[in-house]
């Protein structure tokens, strides 16, 4: 039987899982299932592709194991990923800082990897108005080379500073994406879903494509409120090691896994690397 005008109505967007699988503070003490290295990386993306994710989001390492920004690095891990997994993932490298780099070191990582996407943490790139030029200019060079930015948002004032740099003229992105975080790199950090209603009040502004982060054994409670809000979601090992039980997760696969069943549990069904890709305007 034909769908009425109000079924078609009632369809509801796919929704992205990216994977966070490693970040660039924890190591094989804190779980010995973190991935760290290039083959181990391309092993936890097939695994997380498997369970439903669409996207990963990559860390690299020294070889002590400590957080680096490296384009070489970074080639191997992005080479091992593709041969296990193809075009199916989505392939974001991180900028982050974690008090290693400068800003003019974290632009000059993702000229030199030309990756399909990178995150950029605001308070890192911009934090104030005599780093925005050079800000501004990174940016149009991304657009340039068809690389998607996602801006890290980690307070709702970020949130206006970032609408105001784009209603300036500053951002060269019609569709700009961002990740909200709830909460912060600490010990003991636990999120909550209501800590991502203060991103999403009338007197912010909504951003086309958000994303959202949480820390803790609520973290897939936390992606599954910010999914039905509309946003897609971001898990892994990077901020959280407990399943919704808050049992030990064995891997980051059991992670997305656990948010892929949440997700369709409430009737939201999970993009692909190609819906997410089309969304961001990439190439495969």
Not at 41 to 56: K, N, P
Not at 207 to 235: P, S
Request: aromatic share 6%; glycine share 6%.
């Amino acid at each position: 039987m034909p769908e009425t005008a109000q079924e078609r109505s009632d369809v509801v967007e796919p929704k992205a899982i990216a994977v966070a699988p490693n970040g660039g503070r924890r190591g094989k003490a804190d779980h010995p299932a973190i991935p760290l290295t290039a083959d181990e990386i391309a092993r936890t993306a097939a695994a997380c592709l498997d369970a439903g994710a669409a996207m990963i989001h990559m860390h690299v390492r020294d070889r002590d194991g400590a957080h680096l920004l490296d384009a070489d690095a970074y080639r191997d891990a992005i080479a091992a990923t593709r041969a296990a997994v193809g075009d199916r993932l989505v392939i974001q490298i991180t900028t982050e800082a974690v008090g290693r780099y400068r800003p003019d070191e974290q632009m000059a990582v993702v000229r030199a990897v030309r990756p399909q996407a990178a995150s950029l943490a605001l308070r890192e790139l911009a934090p104030d108005e005599a780093s925005e030029a050079a800000f501004a200019d990174f940016l149009a060079w991304m657009a340039g080379e068809r690389i998607a930015p996602q801006i890290i948002l980690y307070t709702p004032e970020e949130a206006d500073r970032m609408a105001a740099l784009h209603k300036r003229g500053l951002i060269p992105f019609d569709r700009l994406s961002v990740l909200y975080v709830l909460g912060r790199y600490a010990e003991g950090q636990k999120s909550a879903p209501a800590d991502l209603l203060p991103f999403l009040t009338d007197a912010r502004p909504r951003f086309a494509d958000w994303m959202v982060c949480a820390f803790g054994a609520r973290e897939t409670a936390c992606a599954t409120f910010g999914a039905m809000l509309g946003g897609h979601i971001r898990v892994g090992f990077e901020n959280n090691f407990c399943l919704p039980d808050g049992a030990l997760a064995p891997d980051n696969a059991a992670l997305v896994h656990a948010t892929a069943t949440a997700l369709g549990s409430v009737g939201i069904p999970l993009a692909k690397a190609d819906e997410l890709r089309a969304l961001w305007r990439l190439s495969s």
